[in-house]
């Protein structure tokens, strides 16, 4: 969330809104426009209650998901990543909106798996590390968004 607190500049003469999984860095947001909140992804370690939590937690993501972009129609969905936020991109995608996504400037080595998930579909991938940009095709660095 803080790098896209960080980058506000770059669409003050646009409309915008949030989609984020609530917490107290995040109630925040209102003072700067709407917010729409959906599940965060929880941590499981089997991979049987992985497999099972994860695909409960899509379905439960996927009808907000659905109904901010029918009620918001976006034309551009930037994102810094979040499981949540992963269903939003594809079905965004779906609906004709651009996506740029920002890495977190934690992945210093690899990409996360949700970076890897939405990276296929993405119309800008943006890393922080230069040397990531090297590793993959899609990637751009245009310096860290910290």
């Not at 990409?111 to 090297?134: C, G, N, T």
Request: glycine share 4%; charged share 25%; aromatic share 10%.
């Amino acid at each position: 969330m803080d790098e896209m607190l960080n980058i506000l500049d770059a669409f003050e003469d646009h409309e915008i809104f949030f989609v984020t999984n609530k917490s107290k860095h995040t109630e925040k947001l209102h003072e700067i426009g709407r917010v729409y909140y959906i599940a965060d992804m929880i941590d499981v370690s089997s991979f049987v209650l992985v497999l099972l939590t994860r695909l409960l937690q899509l379905f439960l993501v996927l009808i907000p998901c659905i109904k901010i972009l029918l009620k918001e129609k976006p034309s551009v969905i930037v994102s810094c990543g979040g499981a949540g936020t992963v269903p939003l991109c594809y079905l965004g995608k779906l609906t004709g909106a651009k996506v740029i996504y920002i890495t977190s400037l934690t992945r210093i080595k690899d990409l996360s798996y949700m970076d890897k998930i939405v990276y296929p579909i993405v119309d800008l991938f943006l890393v922080q590390w230069e040397h990531l940009a090297d590793r993959y095709k899609k990637a751009k660095f245009w310096g860290r968004v910290v």
